[in-house]
């Protein structure tokens, strides 16, 4: 990104947000690293990288308008220090389904996706990009992110009817929500299994959601559950049976939890190639679908 963008961006900023940049380039000059700054510069950074411009914000939310691949998006997200803005560079910036997206329009404009772990949504926004026919089941533990989910679908004319503020999970029981995986943010909510008072919300199996939406196959599988796909991959020969009727599975596996190789031989004995494409594990199941390119 060259200076002079950055200088012309400035335009698509509050007062408060350049004074914020200004104090963290103007300690820059003296040696001085503001974390601080340099997380909230974040929001700017991406509002020129998207050709973005502020829609409105406040102390909570911010949302803007941004032109990725020549489409048009609209997305809310949380502000400051909330771990929305690295969930949308992930996904907006980097492209780290790019490649995936690309793959699976060789079935033309339609696309049934399984969206687990969803958080606020942006995954499926992301490939509303290449899928004018997009048909997601959405499943997200936590409340505040599935509110934030619900605002982003329908900002970007994707049907609310497959959300499921649930957790995908090996077996319906009741779970509870947890805030210290990893770095503890909204990105990492991660569940358990309880019986307790703080068990609010259900457990939700790839049967369950095959049997609930009539499908006979699924074309994309997307799974960031933050260590439970160790419960959701635990009955080999249940989970079997649905992964052959998946034609692409794409995968954050969380090798501090989770047996990886276990989860690979499934994917495998499913039908799928297993390859790595930096964080994500990706499985092609060409038994059931021949992908172009």
């Known amino acids: ?42 929001f700017y950074l991406h509002l020129i990288q998207c050709n973005g411009r502020i829609i409105s914000h406040n102390a909570k939310y911010i ?40 793959l699976l329009t060789a079935r033309g404009e339609r696309l049934t996706m399984v969206d687990g772990g969803a958080n606020i949504g942006l995954a499926s926004v ?21 509110k934030l989910l619900k605002r982003n679908f329908e900002s970007n004319r994707i049907s609310t009817k497959g959300c499921l503020n649930m957790a995908l999970w090996g077996r319906a029981v009741m779970l509870a929500t947890r805030l210290d995986f990893r770095d503890g ?21 790839l049967q369950e959601l095959f049997h609930k939406y009539k499908l006979e196959t699924l074309d994309l599988l997307k799974v960031d559950i933050e260590g439970s796909e160790k419960y959701l991959f635990g009955n080999a020969v249940d989970v079997q049976d649905i992964l052959k009727k998946i034609r ?28 790595q494409d930096g ?15």
Not at 131 to 146: G, R, S, T, Y
Not at 279 to 293: A, D, V
């Open 1 to 42: 990104m060259n200076t002079h963008k950055k200088i012309l961006g400035i335009r698509r900023l509050s007062l408060s947000w350049i004074f914020t940049i200004a104090c963290y380039y103007g300690l820059r000059l003296f040696g001085v690293i503001y974390k601080e700054g340099e997380t909230r510069l974040k």
């Open 279 to 293: 964080e994500l594990t990706i499985s092609l199941n060409n038994k059931i679908f021949h992908y172009g390119g």
């Open 185 to 205: 943010k909204s990105w990492s909510v991660s569940v358990e299994e309880s019986n307790k008072s703080d068990a609010v919300l259900w457990g939700v199996t």
């Open 63 to 102: 949302t803007c308008k941004y032109t990725v691949l020549e489409k048009d998006v609209i997305i809310h997200l949380r502000n400051f220090p909330s771990s929305d803005p690295r969930v949308f560079e992930q996904i907006f910036v980097n492209q780290q389904y790019k490649r995936i997206a690309e």
């Open 248 to 275: 692409c599975v794409v995968m954050e596996i969380h090798d501090e939890v989770v047996d990886r190789h276990a989860i690979e031989q499934q994917l495998l004995d499913a039908g799928g190639t297993v390859t």
């Open 126 to 146: 992301y490939f509303k990009l290449f899928f004018n026919d997009l048909k997601v089941i959405a499943i997200e533990p936590d409340q505040d992110n599935f």
